[in-house]
DNA sequence: TCGATTGTCTAGCAGTGCTAGGATCGGGTC
DNA sequence: GACCCGATCCTAGCACTGCTAGACAATCGA
């Protein structure tokens, strides 16, 4: 038992290997760097066994975004946290924003992952992977109080969210000047929250 | 003179042919499949004469981005104009981004073109194409009005806008369920402009 | 009518995602 | 310890991609 045991564990190890090295691969060069061939040559193995892991490219993509929602999910929980503890709202949801961008800026390959490609994931669905519905879950805590009244949190989260997703995506594809983020995030604060 | 002059107007009717061919393919079956051959095929002619009139695929999804930018600005003038005349603010921008929203809903292939995919364009510089420069100043029309006092009427565009594109690209990749998209566009009016 | 220029096509390159089928290695059994 | 068999992995190849070199033909000016 102890030697298959230790084969699904190697197996597992070589599965996380494919993702962190299709991730970074993916931020060091962008997404269409990434093919099976290259990534294959750095994991040190031949292109079938991504195969044997993944149904295709588009698994792997996947995989790396459920990563991400995870870590996306945990830097914005992280980033409100303090403004939460000293009840100031106003704060509280500017550290949202601020870290909702840092990350995208940060690790644009992976934002990308989550929410421009094809990952061949559910969204807003009952067959949603977890950490997407814990990312938004994210979003939820934090903007559901300032929604206003008789307005339903979630739909405000939505529009908040496609607010702060717009700002990033538009950014970063060179169609907005990067230098008025910090005021664009102020103005999106000011005006959408209800403190 | 007359034989050089029909050659270069049919050199240019091509052109256009390449063009509108390359948008209903994608948006009929999605950028993926437009590719040089099938465009070549669909144009009845072979793959070089793709090359004599672009540099490559990339400048033939930003001539579709220019078509549609400009269609988009007129889209957008259009809805505005009734309750621009009428002296109602709150209609007025309620209007253009129904109008926003319904064009990228129904030009999805042309919408991702601009706003999504690499056209070799530049935006948001001195050397910006005039037509997106003008879908900008569209926007800026309706909505600098409403930026409220003390903030600037540009970067007050550019959030709406930011605003409007995030709700656009997350519905249409399932990440926003469709339904409440006319909610999501009150409460951004609502809230986002000073009237 | 001839030469040159312009225009177009055939054929091919290097690269892509993905897969069939053969080789090889290791564990379990006698 | 020797053997077999199954799991595992790789080589080679498919059909496709964007793009281009060079051959060919058609057309224009002299």
Known sequence: MSVQERKQRERAERERLIVATARELAEQQGWDAVTTRRLAERIEYSQPVLYSHFRGKREIIGAVALE?????????????????????????????????????????AVYDAIFQLDGGLAYAQEDTPEPLKDAFA????????????????????????????????????????????????????DRLAVL
Chains 1, 2 share one sequence.
């Open 68 to 108: 991400g929602a995870a870590e996306l999910a945990a830097a914005v929980r992280a980033a409100t946290s303090q403004a939460s503890a000293a009840g100031d709202p106003h704060a509280r949801v500017t550290a949202l924003s601020r870290a909702y961008l840092a990350f995208a800026d940060q690790n644009p």
């Open 138 to 189: 994210a979003l939820l805590e934090c903007l559901g109080e300032v929604a206003g009244k008789g307005v339903h949190s979630g739909l405000f989260t939505e529009v908040f969210w496609a607010s702060l997703h717009g700002l990033a995506t538009l950014t970063r594809a060179g169609r907005l000047p990067p230098e008025d983020t910090e005021t664009r995030v102020a103005l999106l604060v």
